[in-house]
């Protein structure tokens, strides 16, 4: 069964996900709303951590290196300006939306092992997951303008 590596995707897609709006809360601390809602995020994300430990105890995990690829180089130190600000929200989004994928490809294993426990962790989690991919989305809309075309130098 591969669901232990799926399950080691997931974890550690989740806790570099966290670490990334850690990273963009604090490198972005001029722009309050981001700094406040990353910091939530995080933590929400933190919930989901723990909320998957009893599943990798139950059927392992193997660790794979894939999210940390995702995880831009630039995401370690955070870009400065709006442009900055906007290509930060954005690697924040494809790592959400591998995570939100990862969830998804857990939810179909979850499904066909009839699985009740996983299936409502991953239920809970994939609609965390969504509110912040639109988060994301509605953030990067409201910076782009700014940042693209208003903006000057």
């Known amino acids: 069964m591969h669901l232990a590596t799926y399950l080691g995707l997931l974890h550690t897609s989740l806790r570099t996900l966290a670490d990334a709006f850690r990273e963009v809360a604090k490198g972005h601390g001029d722009e309050p709303d981001v700094q406040h809602t990353c910091t939530v995020l995080a933590s929400r994300i933190d919930e989901q951590v723990s909320a998957l430990g009893p599943i990798v105890e139950r059927y392992g995990e193997h660790s794979e290196p894939e999210p940390e690829r995702l995880h831009a180089a630039e995401l370690k130190e955070t870009r400065s300006g709006g442009v900055g600000l906007l290509r930060d929200l954005q690697d924040l989004y ?43 989305k509605t953030r990067i809309k409201q910076s782009a303008p700014q940042a693209l075309i208003a903006a000057r130098g």
């Open 94 to 136: 494809a790592l959400a939306s591998f995570t939100d994928i990862t969830w998804t490809v857990v939810g179909q294993a979850a499904q066909a092992l009839r699985d009740e426990e996983l299936i409502d962790v991953v239920s809970t989690c994939e609609q965390d997951t969504a509110r912040q991919l639109a988060w994301l």
